[in-house]
């Protein structure tokens, strides 16, 4: 099929997006605003606080498709290959850099920073920890979010760090003003095919055109535990799934040796939807830790953000194609 060229080059990896180190520009609601992508530049990673314009590009890639991931103003891989993704979605030459063409492209005239009224229902439903052991969280009733500050963070798709640091000693109480980040709303179309790259870490999602609907910065398996290869279909789609763990059949976590049923949250070890694949124990999920996309291996499922998960299964249904690549730097684009 014609769209398997959009496969993004494993070059694209090497390259870092930053904001020049010391004339950084303080982080604030009204300079994310103004910040010029103009200002990027590809070249060394810088690992400084968050920068002005990284933000305004991060949330632009978000709004047009190409997920970044958790919104965090910093530069990395996840940054570089959603530049990418969008490069490959509007059929320009591919190489990970925002250039003039691309930034015409991606800017718009929305905040990137809008204010928003923390209201009762943000404030409830709220647990006091999440443990870590599998026996002592199927002990819970829910792994709901932990704080207001978490649950605003992934309705926002933004880094925690983030959130805190654009609203500085806000309790985030029921009725308080805050500033987030304005993603826009979810991608809508339908899936045709899904492409899970092992190689460079990604999920492409195709419409029925062929064409790049989606992009999406994944965790695929991990080398003690690799995620299928082949092609495989969507068998269904679960919404705050209860989890079963089994340790026969899946892995061992702690000193659990029995089969649990770890209840439903974002918290919980796949997050708020479960896409199951015709292959048996395997699916496309969310996850409680989202600044760990593509950082840290899974137990062989491929692992988004809880809010790519959740776009990503409002675009498919049962029949979808799902095809385990793993691209080799010469791959054709």
């Given at each position: 099929m014609s769209s398997m060229k959009t496969a993004l080059p494993m070059s694209l990896l090497a390259l870092a997006i930053f904001v020049g180190g010391a004339d950084a520009r303080e982080l604030r609601p009204d300079v994310i605003n103004a910040a010029s992508l103009t200002d990027i530049e590809t070249a060394k990673p810088s690992t400084a606080d968050p920068d002005p314009a990284i933000v305004r590009l991060q949330v632009l890639l978000d709004r047009a498709g190409s997920s970044p991931g958790v919104i965090d103003g910093l530069p990395g891989e996840n940054v570089d290959k959603a530049v990418a993704g969008f490069e490959a979605m509007n059929k320009l030459p591919v190489d990970g850099r925002p250039d003039p063409d691309l930034v015409s492209r991606l800017e718009d005239n929305a905040p990137i920073v809008e204010t928003y009224v923390v209201s009762p229902e943000d404030v409830a439903d709220l647990v006091d920890s999440i443990p870590e052991d599998y026996g002592e969280k199927a002990k819970m009733q829910s792994l709901g979010y932990t704080s207001v500050a978490e649950k605003l963070s992934e309705r926002f798709h933004m880094d925690l760090d983030l959130l805190k640091a654009l609203n500085p000693g806000s309790q985030f109480a029921a009725g308080d003003t805050v500033w987030v980040v304005s993603p826009g709303p979810p991608r809508e179309g339908r899936v045709k095919?899904?492409?899970?790259?092992?190689?460079?870490?990604?999920?492409?999602?195709?419409?029925?055109?062929?064409?790049?609907?989606?992009?999406?910065?994944?965790?695929?398996?991990?080398?003690?535990?690799?995620?299928?290869?082949?092609?495989?279909?969507?068998?269904?789609?679960?919404?705050?799934?209860?989890?079963?763990?089994?340790?026969?059949?899946?892995?061992?976590?702690?000193n659990n040796n029995k089969v649990l049923t770890i209840p439903e949250g974002p918290n919980g070890p796949v997050g708020t939807v479960w896409i199951d694949l015709t292959e048996p124990t395997y699916g496309i999920h969310g996850t409680p830790e989202p600044k760990l996309i593509d950082k840290v291996g899974s137990h062989g499922c491929v692992r988004l953000t809880n809010w790519d998960a959740e776009e990503l299964a409002g675009m498919v249904k049962p029949g979808v194609l799902v095809d385990f690549v793993n691209r080799s730097p010469a791959a054709p684009k």
């Amino acid at each position: 099929m014609s769209s398997m060229k959009t496969a993004l080059p494993m070059s694209l990896l090497a390259l870092a997006i930053f904001v020049g180190g010391a004339d950084a520009r303080e982080l604030r609601p009204d300079v994310i605003n103004a910040a010029s992508l103009t200002d990027i530049e590809t070249a060394k990673p810088s690992t400084a606080d968050p920068d002005p314009a990284i933000v305004r590009l991060q949330v632009l890639l978000d709004r047009a498709g190409s997920s970044p991931g958790v919104i965090d103003g910093l530069p990395g891989e996840n940054v570089d290959k959603a530049v990418a993704g969008f490069e490959a979605m509007n059929k320009l030459p591919v190489d990970g850099r925002p250039d003039p063409d691309l930034v015409s492209r991606l800017e718009d005239n929305a905040p990137i920073v809008e204010t928003y009224v923390v209201s009762p229902e943000d404030v409830a439903d709220l647990v006091d920890s999440i443990p870590e052991d599998y026996g002592e969280k199927a002990k819970m009733q829910s792994l709901g979010y932990t704080s207001v500050a978490e649950k605003l963070s992934e309705r926002f798709h933004m880094d925690l760090d983030l959130l805190k640091a654009l609203n500085p000693g806000s309790q985030f109480a029921a009725g308080d003003t805050v500033w987030v980040v304005s993603p826009g709303p979810p991608r809508e179309g339908r899936v045709k095919r899904i492409e899970a790259d092992k190689k460079t870490g990604q999920v492409l999602a195709y419409g029925e055109d062929g064409y790049l609907l989606a992009v999406y910065p994944a965790t695929i398996g991990s080398k003690d535990n690799p995620s299928p290869s082949g092609k495989h279909k969507v068998k269904g789609v679960a919404r705050m799934p209860v989890y079963r763990y089994d340790p026969k059949r899946n892995f061992k976590q702690g000193n659990n040796n029995k089969v649990l049923t770890i209840p439903e949250g974002p918290n919980g070890p796949v997050g708020t939807v479960w896409i199951d694949l015709t292959e048996p124990t395997y699916g496309i999920h969310g996850t409680p830790e989202p600044k760990l996309i593509d950082k840290v291996g899974s137990h062989g499922c491929v692992r988004l953000t809880n809010w790519d998960a959740e776009e990503l299964a409002g675009m498919v249904k049962p029949g979808v194609l799902v095809d385990f690549v793993n691209r080799s730097p010469a791959a054709p684009k």
